[in-house]
């Protein structure tokens, strides 16, 4: 049963509560994505089932994504959730039970597609609650806090656990967290459906790349989720290169994920001042430079102070990228939409993580931070040329 928008204050105490439970359900993945690589190593396997094991974490993303955006058009926000909460669970509590490798590969897949899956339902539900391209640039800086801080928890903890009481204790404490996600969602509010004869006329889900901007604004977000992922693997491997504890490595990793969410604390204000494309041209120039110098760091210290770096760069990114999408795109096919562009950066994460992890293996992982400083660097141009959107609202 639905009921009617609630009033701004009350859409602020509901978005708080949305995405105080999407962090426990992310940190989870977060947390077992840092503590099951190190497993793997402990026990032996190479930086390219390493690679494997991590690409494993959005491989159901790329097949569930579609799907996924069409149910969040079809049900709203609570089913997806729901469902998300008992895979994540699941998940996390089967490395528990059993933590060897194919286990922990199994452990990837439903927490990956956990939490892809909430995602969709949750971005979906906080743009259609906006009215105006201010309101959707505000709505989704302060919801991409939540994955930034969950990626500061999820490693952060987990290292801290694994430490002091070892990998099982850690997979049994995330697996908890998801719990904590439903006592918060389940208090939201459905928004009315769209419309019904919108889906009759709904089209195929590739018509979506018809549109240039969106194509644009699918590649930048490539490019840069890319750099992403590609930091979340090397960080680990780097650091049992150099022999770091599982807890530093953790930290290391959360100050990262620290530095992009208090980016995007700022970044209501910030995103009130300047356009959208200006802030993600700004931030390919700031992560290939950064991608350039992080192999030369070979202290814990200086390796924080480039992730720190990094995460302000690319903590920018995601809020402006779903404010320009949802408003190239159709109400009755943002979960679609969203969908796509999920599909498309998971796929990327499935790849990335396998090709860099045989890359390491051959010619040494510091490679690969300037294969990715060369990528992002080649796309700058790409995303310059989105200020056409700015320019087609402004006209």
């Known amino acids: 049963m639905t009921t009617p928008n609630p009033e701004p204050a009350g859409q602020r105490r509901e978005l708080f509560q949305l995405i105080v439970g999407h962090v426990f359900l992310h940190a989870t993945m977060a947390g077992m994505r840092m503590a099951a690589p190190l497993l793997a190593l402990r026990q032996g396997y190479s930086e390219a089932a390493v690679g494997v094991l991590l690409s494993l974490y959005a491989l159901t993303q790329v097949f569930l994504s579609l799907p996924a955006g069409r149910f969040a058009d079809r049900h709203g926000l609570k089913r997806p959730f729901a469902l998300s909460v008992c895979a994540g669970s699941l998940g996390a509590g089967l490395a528990f039970a059993f933590p060897v490798f194919p286990v922990l590969c199994l452990s990837a897949l439903l927490t990956g597609g956990a939490t892809g899956t909430a995602v969709i339902a949750l971005q979906r539900h906080v743009g259609r609650a906006a009215h105006t391209p201010a309101e959707l640039k505000q709505a989704f800086s302060w919801l991409a806090i939540g994955p930034a801080f969950s990626n500061f928890v999820g490693p952060f903890v987990a290292g801290l656990v694994i430490d002091h009481a070892g990998y099982r204790a850690a997979f049994l404490l995330l697996a908890m967290f998801p719990l904590v996600t439903w006592a918060f969602v389940r208090q939201a509010r459905e928004l009315a459906p769209v419309a019904s004869h919108h889906a009759a006329r709904r089209g195929k889900a590739w018509d979506l790349w018809r549109e240039p901007n969106f194509r644009r604004l699918i590649l930048v977000n490539w490019f840069l989720s890319?750099?992403?992922?590609?930091?979340?693997?090397?960080?680990?491997?780097?650091?049992?290169?150099?022999?770091?504890?599982?807890?530093?490595?953790?930290?290391?990793?959360?100050?990262?994920?620290?530095?992009?969410?208090?980016?995007?604390?700022?970044?209501?204000?910030?995103?009130?001042?300047?356009?959208?494309?200006?802030?993600?041209?700004?931030?390919?120039?700031?992560?290939?430079?950064?991608?350039?110098?992080?192999?030369?760091?070979?202290?814990?210290?200086?390796?924080?102070?480039?992730?720190?770096?990094?995460?302000?760069?690319?903590?920018?990114?995601?809020?402006?990228?779903?404010?320009?999408?949802?408003?190239?795109?159709?109400?009755?096919?943002?979960?679609?939409?969203?969908?796509?562009?999920?599909?498309?950066?998971?796929?990327?994460?499935?790849?990335?993580?396998?090709?860099?992890?045989?890359?390491?293996t051959l010619v040494g992982i510091g490679a690969v931070f300037w294969v990715v400083s060369a990528t992002v660097g080649s796309g700058i141009r790409v995303a310059w040329r989105l200020k056409d959107l700015t320019a087609g609202r402004s006209s």
């Not at 693997?233 to 770091?244: I, Q």
């Not at 209501?268 to 390919?284: F, G, N, T």
């Open 226 to 360: 890319s750099a992403w992922d590609v930091h979340t693997f090397v960080v680990p491997v780097l650091g049992h290169e150099r022999g770091l504890s599982a807890s530093v490595i953790g930290t290391i990793l959360g100050v990262f994920a620290f530095a992009a969410a208090a980016i995007r604390v700022v970044l209501p204000v910030l995103a009130a001042r300047v356009h959208e494309w200006v802030l993600i041209v700004a931030a390919m120039v700031a992560t290939t430079l950064i991608y350039a110098i992080y192999p030369f760091m070979h202290l814990a210290l200086t390796m924080g102070a480039c992730s720190v770096l990094l995460g302000f760069a690319l903590g920018m990114v995601q809020p402006m990228v779903m404010s320009m999408l949802h408003q190239i795109t159709p109400e009755h096919r943002q979960g679609e939409a969203v969908g796509m562009r999920m599909m498309v950066i998971n796929a990327s994460s499935v790849v990335m993580p396998m090709l860099f992890g045989g890359a390491g």
